[in-house]
């Protein structure tokens, strides 16, 4: 388990960050996520808001925010989302204030989200967004990934091969790229990204005066 700020001196703290997984189906971006999760306690998942109804076993705050479509409506007319999208008749979207939050308290975020929704995190808060973009070894490599989860048809996996070469092209939009041979390095390079990225100079809160005492002998 991998527990973060352990050496910062009491009088500073850190700034949270948000931490992107982005990547064509297929690509390992889920499995990396789950790793990320169980293995570092400072990063928890962000839970999307939806319009859509509660399915059978879902629990309201642990896998969605449900919200009536009326009220999802009002929270974008208000500003109120760091990113929202509409998906087959159904709104998906981040609420910000509870992102926000756990920011602010020093608590990172991770998403698992496409391509068009980083676009927007980055649009409203860019010094906070570290981006990853998740590829496959090869073209071939992610196919055979996508047929060995026996969740999709020949149609479907077809559909989603289809859909990732338009992905792909937008890699270069991301802060970092990593190629996923091997899942556990995958989440080593992760975490090594996590690690500089906290320590980034601008995310540490009394860093000035720490300094200032510093240079006055205490």
Partial sequence: MITSDATLPSSVT???????????????????SRKLLDQDDNISLSISATSRKRRPGEVEGVDYHFVE???FQMMI????????????DHYYGT??????EKIESGSDVLFDIDWQ????????????????FILPPSY????????????D????????????????????EYDYII??????????????????????RFRMNGLTEFVRQLQAGY
């Fill in 14 to 32: 850190r700034r949270g960050l948000m931490l992107v997984l982005s990547s064509p189906s297929g690509a390992g971006k889920s499995s990396i």
């Fill in 179 to 200: 190629i996923n041979h091997d899942l556990d390095a995958s989440v080593r390079h992760v975490h090594a990204i996590l690690a500089a990225e906290r320590q980034r």
């Fill in 77 to 88: 007319n208000e500003n109120r989302f760091l990113e929202h999208a509409k998906v087959f």
């Fill in 117 to 132: 929704g980083t676009q927007q995190l980055k649009a409203k808060a860019r010094d906070d967004l570290i981006s990853v």
């Fill in 140 to 151: 071939r490599e992610l196919e055979t990934r996508l047929k060995k989860r026996n969740q």
């Fill in 153 to 172: 048809s020949d149609m479907e996996v077809a559909k989603r091969m289809s859909k990732a070469a338009d992905e792909l092209s937008h890699y270069a």
């Fill in 95 to 100: 609420p910000s204030a509870q992102v926000m």
């Fill in 69 to 71: 479509p009326q009220e």
